[in-house]
């Protein structure tokens, strides 16, 4: 199981964070990933972080202003996410390729 | 980047009857590893996307077996035998090949 959480109102500029607690399986064998959907559109690739969290991936999207990170000490999953624009409003999924959360949305506007 | 095309947008399925769904890949899937990184998910409404198909044919455990996965290389199928109610929603190939993972822009099966 994936529990996504911190998604909310924010203001262009503004930052968030957006936490992913894990459960049911073992995380620290797992590359993890944010995956998200703008309102009723696809789905669009965010961030990626290896099992170990030494390696780290971002769509060109958000590189420089979003920060993946993970504690296998706690089976979560972050994202960091700074100046944010209105067009990063969307629902922010946990994934691996196996299991998704349910989503937590970001709304970002004045 | 990887590009994942889907095709067709939408399909209308009378229930009971079959549903094709195409994704083409920009470049091969095949890895190295043997593994062809090409998944399908089906995403229904109001809820996440639900993991159907992996590595091209493999159904995932509890997947009714009206679903089955084929292709190879840049070419890949999904395809539903019958149609049931409960297989309304959005469907998504993605790939793992290569980092960003990417997806097809869906595929929206509605019941007639």
């Known amino acids: 199981q994936l529990v996504e959480s911190g998604g909310g109102l924010v203001q262009p500029g503004g930052s968030r964070r957006l936490s992913c607690v894990t459960s049911?399986?073992?995380?620290?064998?797992?590359?993890v990933n944010w995956v998200r959907q703008a309102p009723g559109k696809g789905l669009e690739y965010v961030s990626g972080?290896?099992?170990?969290?030494?390696?780290?991936f971002y769509a060109r999207s958000v590189k420089g202003r979003f920060t993946i990170s993970r504690d296998n000490s706690k089976n979560t999953l972050y994202l960091q996410m700074d100046s944010l624009r209105p067009e990063d409003t969307a629902v922010y999924y946990c994934?691996?390729?196996?299991?998704w959360g349910q989503g937590t949305l970001v709304v970002v506007s004045s | 980047d990887i590009v994942l095309t889907q095709s067709p947008l939408s399909l209308s399925v009378t229930p009971g009857r079959p549903a094709s769904i195409s994704c083409k890949s920009s470049?091969?899937?095949?890895?190295?590893?043997?593994?062809?990184?090409l998944y399908w998910y089906l995403q229904k409404p109001g809820q996440s996307p639900q993991l159907l198909i992996y590595?091209?044919?493999n159904r995932l455990s509890g997947v009714p077996d009206r679903f089955s996965g084929s292709g190879s290389g840049t070419d890949f199928t999904l395809k539903i035998s019958r149609v049931e109610a409960e297989d309304v929603g959005v469907y998504y190939c993605?790939?793992?090949?290569?980092?960003?993972?990417?997806f097809g822009g869906g595929t929206k099966v509605e019941s007639k």
């Open positions: 993605m790939q793992s090949m290569q980092l960003p993972l990417t």
């Open positions: 049911g399986f073992t995380f620290n064998t797992y590359a």
């Open positions: 994934a691996t390729k196996r299991q």
């Open positions: 470049q091969s899937l095949l890895n190295s590893d043997g593994k062809t990184h």
């Open positions: 590595e091209v044919s």
């Open positions: 972080i290896s099992r170990n969290g030494i390696d780290t």
